[in-house]
């Protein structure tokens, strides 16, 4: 009976290190206002604790330096890690970073070419080395990245790519880009995109400004966690600067999402629970109308319904990490969809609701609720918008059903065909007068 939802001890007691040192260490310089070079300072010296304690990098299989650890554990790593932001760069897994680095290793994979361990990955892995993914862009719809217009075109020994993106993360604080483009326009979408590395300090290669947005509302050029805009004009790059085989981008881009979105959905459940615990702690401190904001049925009800509901999310995400170690991302396609939109939905819900509880406390930036909540509003959209990740799921559901003009529960249907089936029984307690 092979039904098991125990961590085995050796682990949990690395959970168990991580949930303090998280707490101890990494909360606190979340409440501090600093340049992203201070952010450098301050953790490099967790950085290389984290290092000394084998925990670095652990998305990445064992001859990568990682730790080969399975999405089941990384995901109980990142519900930890996810708590804080700087929570997954001080474990050197955080976004973009931690994927691009999944997509260099893909390409080495598929191509044997030990070069790019050193040239990108290992500075990647090591934080020597920083990066974004160039794929989405303005013009074009992002939900759907077979209409990318940005191409590459071969010339000689170089790649030119021309378009123009927007939402690379990081890419203003970035040393490299990852650079999704059209190579070969006349065959399915699927099979004519590629990606390449680009460096940010290439001829050609403007970033044009940080994009305001929710996150950063009153955006300061090259803070960690920008979305930058960028125009690649004419950029030449070496035609060895491409990842993977040519015509790879999709079935790239299918390697490092799958893996992600889990990693996503649990770092999400770790902010759930932070959002979670603020909210109690109110109730139980919040006095009005002659009682405490805990005696409330309406407060208790988003209580109740936030536990359930991110009881629900852990226990799907779990479950598709751990079909992933199983059976492989493509297999666990829908898993992986639904906790997509599922998650997103419940990191809303759960921080809507406790900044709700806050008040004009909530709304205000004296609490973390309004950042998380600007950031809950994001995870709906980004990783492909939940509507897209429904429409999959929803259309493999439907795979497994057949149109009938009659339903098949009509009951007078159905009641006929039994009235034939058990035509002797019936008549037998007719007879019998049973
Ligand atoms: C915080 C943040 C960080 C990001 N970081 C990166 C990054 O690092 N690199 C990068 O390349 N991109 C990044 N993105 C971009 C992101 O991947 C895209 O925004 C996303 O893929 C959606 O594309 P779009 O914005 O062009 O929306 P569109 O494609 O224009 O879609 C708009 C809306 O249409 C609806 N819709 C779309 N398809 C369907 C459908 N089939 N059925 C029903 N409704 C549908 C959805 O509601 C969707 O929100 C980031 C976005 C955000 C918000």
């Known amino acids: 009976m092979a039904w098991d939802f125990e961590t085995e001890p050796e682990f949990e007691e690395k959970l168990t290190w991580m949930r303090s040192f998280v707490k101890e260490e990494i909360f606190p310089i979340e409440t501090l206002k600093l340049s992203y070079d201070q952010v450098v300072a301050f953790i490099r010296p967790l950085q290389d604790e984290v290092k000394s304690r084998g925990l670095w990098a652990a998305h990445l299989p064992p001859e990568l330096g990682g730790m080969g650890f399975g999405q089941v554990k990384l995901g109980l790593m990142h519900e930890i890690l996810g708590q804080t932001p700087y929570g ?5 897994n955080n976004a973009p970073d ?3 680095a999944e997509l260099l290793a893909a390409g080495m994979e598929m191509t044997g070419r030990e070069d790019i361990r050193e040239r990108w990955l290992q500075p ?3 934080g020597a080395m920083r990066s974004g993914f160039s794929m989405t862009e303005p013009n074009t719809a992002g939900s759907d990245p077979r209409l990318l217009k940005t191409s590459a075109v071969r010339d000689g020994d170089e790649w030119v790519i021309n378009g123009r993106k927007w939402y690379t993360t990081n890419g203003s604080v970035a040393d490299i880009l990852i650079v999704m483009a059209v190579t070969n326009p006349d065959v399915h979408p699927y099979q004519g995109s590629s990606m390449f590395v680009v460096p940010v300090n290439t001829v050609g290669v403007t970033i044009l400004r940080d994009v305001g947005a929710m996150d950063h509302p009153d955006v300061e050029y090259g803070r960690f966690g920008n979305h930058a805009e960028i125009l690649y004009q004419d950029v030449r790059i070496p035609a060895d600067h491409l990842i993977g085989p040519e015509g790879s981008g999709f079935l790239l881009a299918q390697t490092r999402l799958g893996p992600g979105r889990i990693h996503h959905c649990m770092r999400w459940l770790g902010q759930s629970q932070r959002a979670f615990d603020m909210m109690c702690e109110r109730a139980l401190s919040r006095f009005t109308h002659g009682s405490l904001l805990a005696e409330k049925q309406t407060v208790q009800n988003w209580i109740a319904d936030s536990a359930a509901e991110m009881q629900a999310a852990r226990l799907m995400t779990l479950h598709a990490a751990w079909k992933m170690d199983k059976v492989g991302a493509s297999a666990s396609r829908d898993e992986i969809a639904m906790i997509k939109y599922y998650g997103a939905s419940v990191l809303h819900n759960v921080v809507d609701r406790a900044l709700q509880t806050y008040g004009s406390l909530g709304y205000s930036a004296d609490m973390p609720l309004e950042g998380m909540y600007r ?7 980004y990783d492909g918008p939940d509507e897209v990740h429904r429409q999959t799921v929803a259309r493999h559901a439907l795979k497994r059903y057949n149109p009938s003009e009659i339903p098949s529960d009509h009951i ?6 039994a009235r034939e089936k058990f035509a002797g029984m019936l ?5 019998e007068k049973v």
């Open 124 to 126: 990647l892995l090591d």
């Open 88 to 92: 997954p760069v001080v474990f050197g």
């Open 98 to 100: 931690s994927g691009n």
């Open 412 to 417: 007078p249907t159905r009641a006929a065909a």
């Open 375 to 381: 950031a809950a509003r994001a995870a709906r959209i």
């Open 427 to 431: 008549e037998f307690l007719e007879t």
